[in-house]
């Protein structure tokens, strides 16, 4: 690259790092600061307090119980959503006509409201819902929706499955999309048929999707917040207490904002770490299958 | 050389950018301080719900008719995601307002705890506003620990719990019940004649969320204990006899199996619970949504129940009360500027009136009820009446800047598990008292 080009590179790229700058770098200095203090927004006086903010967030059970969330979230919705989404894109992908319509169709819960989907599935699984007065009349099963500690959560994933499943979808479609019709023909000389050649082929041959995809779901489990808020408000037990609820809750409602702070930090380190775990894993996998 | 050009360009570029931003963020500070000429401006920010910045703007307009020196500009507050958090943003970013209502005592104790609000007693002309508002007995609950008033009650919404009257006369019974052996009979009762109803449906029972306890725990303990304050200062001062005695309540009803604590839709309405905690901000929804919610045909309101032996007329609750405050952000003309326009607005009784009229919630006045000016209102709702004859009834929240993390607490140690059978109340009190005074110290 001659200079010329690398100075025009980077005069059109400086709107946006001038942007980051100032939107991103300097809030990222300044949060740093803000972890070592006990300022809690409002005060014309803070001090300095060390690692202690830290030190308690280690501590704290509900920092914890928000570490481990995550994950059980992560093990419900992640398997969920790219199964479904992968349904949705083969469905949509065989469909012969029409195929954008039924597209976007799936996609519009993704522009949903958080809010209302919310308070919609608080409807649904009322205690005087249709659906429980149905399952309580004919089954006799009186189902404590949102005050099991594993129903709860289990809510929560497959609303937020419904809600991205369709954009997903989307991902996966485009995958299949530039699948060359070659390989399939190839396939089909080998005698791989059906199930055969969804598994042995078309799944292989998705592989920058899957990865788009998990990762895409992995970090999207570490900003969780206006569905537990809006749902259980964390509970029961902890059972749906996430990161951001922990961080807002401490910032906002117990005006901890250094503490809050803190969190947000221990919460980014440990996004990246689990995001740069998954990453490692399907690259491994990308290679063994000839993804390099 | 040429390099350098460059990265002086780039430099340049930055620091216009910032500075750029900078001086927005001063430019919209200054607004809000800037003199033309002798107008003293005054930013408001209202509650951000349309009728409460209705009211606000009008009150605006007409004061700024009279009083040609003074400009305000009604805003509402950003919620961002709660007018908490939109306010703690704007004080830290520099840009709070002058005077702003929707604030609860709880929280006012937090801006007060950081010198982010002025003392409203330190103003000229302030007793004469509690006296010509008539609200002496009302804000006297609202002094602060430290002997100051920070907050100007604009409404107080004594709670009251609402009784289907229509399934207590099918029981039976013509009044709802009063006192703590009352409520367990007809809930006896209830459930035999309807195993599948419950005396109150409430999910919040089972969760920590701080302020659902304004609306459970406290209604019922500050009318055991007569509405003995619940911390002083930062020393935990509950009535212990009086907080174990709710607790008993709590458990008893669930033992018996008379609290519905699954998430449930619209229960009172339906007729899946008998009694339900009301505010009156519930009536406007019911005209939309349940015209068949009649009061004295399907529901009664009645002030929480007491202890057997104690006298249910003389019972306390709990005050669902915001207000106004001055931020100490401002200049002291603009505080001053700000407290007169107040002070204006509550020496007519007719802006009660209106507030009143556009809001529904009732002004923090001890005369509500008797006050000529409101007299045809109240005839024309009924049931309002309740609410402001108890207003001098109702106990604000506690002024103590760590609300949050107490109300936490009481929730977790206490309520919770004594609603989930895990505790027994004596138990529970102890553990919650624990708890509390680590917080405290």
Redesign the interface.
């Known amino acids: 690259m001659n200079?010329h080009a690398a100075?025009v590179g980077?005069?059109l790229a400086?709107p946006y790092?001038?942007?980051s700058?100032?939107f991103f770098l300097?809030p990222l200095f300044w949060a740093l600061y803000l972890a070592f203090t006990n300022w809690?927004?409002?005060?014309?006086e803070y001090e300095t307090v060390g690692m202690q903010n830290f030190l308690d967030a280690f501590f704290s059970p509900s920092v914890r119980a928000a570490f481990w969330v995550t994950y059980k979230f992560m093990l419900m919705f992640v398997p969920i959503v790219i199964a479904g989404s992968l349904f949705l894109a083969l469905i949509i992908h065989h469909l012969p006509r029409w195929k954008g319509l039924f597209a976007v169709g799936y996609f519009l819960p993704y522009l949903a409201s958080g809010v209302a989907s919310s308070i919609v599935v608080?409807?649904v699984?009322?205690?005087?819902?249709p659906l429980n007065q149905f399952l309580r009349d004919a089954l006799g099963w009186d189902i404590?929706?949102?005050?099991s500690p594993i129903l709860a959560p289990l809510v929560i994933a497959l609303m937020m499955a419904w809600k991205f499943v369709g954009y997903y979808a989307l991902l996966f479609l485009s995958g299949l999309e530039s699948i060359p019709k070659e390989v399939y023909e190839a396939a089909e000389i080998d005698g791989a048929v059906g199930w055969k050649r969804v598994w042995h082929v078309t799944i292989p041959m998705l592989y920058p999707s899957f990865y788009t995809v998990t990762i895409l779901a992995v970090g999207l489990m570490f900003g969780i917040f206006t569905e537990p808020y809006v749902l259980?408000?964390g509970?029961?037990e902890y059972a749906t207490h996430t990161w951001q609820l922990e961080i807002?809750n401490q910032a906002?409602?117990?005006?901890n904002?250094g503490y809050g702070t803190a969190v947000a930090i221990i919460n980014s380190i440990v996004t990246f770490a689990s995001i740069f775990v998954f990453r490692k894993v399907l690259e491994k996998w990308g290679g063994k299958h000839g993804w390099e | 050389m040429?390099k350098r050009k460059?990265f002086k360009?780039?430099s340049l570029?930055?620091a216009a950018?910032?500075a750029g931003?900078g001086c927005q963020g001063q430019t919209g500070n200054e607004q809000g301080q800037k003199k033309e000429g002798s107008t003293v401006q005054i930013d408001f920010w209202a509650a951000p719900n349309p009728t409460q910045q209705a009211f606000w703007k009008k009150m605006a307009d007409r004061y700024m008719e009279e009083h040609q020196n003074v400009k305000i500009k009604v805003s509402p507050m950003p919620e961002s995601?709660?007018s908490?958090?939109g306010i703690?943003?704007a004080?830290?970013a520099g840009n709070a307002p002058v005077i702003s209502e929707n604030i609860s005592r709880g929280f006012a104790a937090?801006?007060a705890?950081?010198?982010?609000i002025v003392p409203l007693d330190q103003f000229e002309g302030f007793d004469d506003l509690i006296g010509k508002r008539q609200m002496k007995s009302t804000i006297s609950t609202w002094k602060f620990a430290d002997g100051h008033q920070y907050v100007l009650p604009i409404y107080s919404n004594a709670m009251l719990f609402g009784w289907r009257i229509d399934i207590l006369k099918e029981l039976g019974y013509n009044a709802p019940p009063k006192t703590y052996s009352e409520v367990m009979e007809v809930g006896k009762k209830l459930k035999e004649k309807y195993p599948n109803k419950f005396l109150w449906?409430r999910?919040d029972l089972?969760?920590?969320?701080?302020w659902a306890r304004w609306f459970d725990f406290f209604m019922i303990y500050n009318a055991a204990s007569n509405g003995t304050h619940f911390i002083d200062g930062n020393k935990l001062s509950a009535d212990r006899d009086a907080g174990v005695k709710t607790l008993q309540f709590f458990a008893d009803l669930s033992k018996n199996q008379l609290v519905?604590?699954?998430?449930?839709?619209d229960?009172f309405e339906?007729g899946?619970s008998v009694m339900s905690d009301l505010g009156p901000w519930t009536f406007p929804y019911w005209a939309e949504k349940f015209p068949e919610m009649k009061f004295n045909e399907k529901y009664v309101l009645s002030m929480p129940p007491v202890p057997d032996g104690m006298n249910p007329s003389q019972a306390k609750t709990f005050a669902d009360t915001k207000g106004l405050v001055i931020y100490a952000s401002a200049t002291k003309e603009q505080q001053q500027a700000a407290f007169d326009f107040v002070k204006w607005v509550y020496s007519d009784p007719q802006n009660d009136l209106e507030w009143l009229k556009e809001t529904n919630l009732p002004p923090a006045r001890d005369d509500l009820s008797t006050n000529e000016a409101f007299v045809s209102y109240f005839a024309q709702n009924p049931q309002l009446k309740p609410y402001a004859e108890n207003i001098p009834n109702a106990i604000p929240p506690m002024d103590n800047?760590?609300m949050?993390?107490l109300q936490e607490l009481i929730g977790k140690e206490a309520l919770n598990p004594v609603v989930k059978g895990e505790k027994t109340p004596e138990k529970a009190w102890e553990d919650m008292e624990k708890a509390i005074n680590g917080v405290l110290k």
């Open positions: 200079k100075k980077w005069l400086s790092l001038i942007y700058a100032i300097i809690n927004l409002i005060s014309p608080k409807g699984i009322s205690y005087n819902s404590d929706w949102l005050g259980t408000g509970g029961p807002y906002f409602e117990k005006l904002a | 040429k460059w360009l780039a570029l930055l950018a910032v931003t995601p709660s908490e958090a703690q943003s004080i830290a937090q801006l705890d950081s010198r982010a449906a999910a089972v969760k920590p969320t701080w519905l604590t699954k998430e449930t839709k229960p339906s899946t800047a760590k949050v993390e």
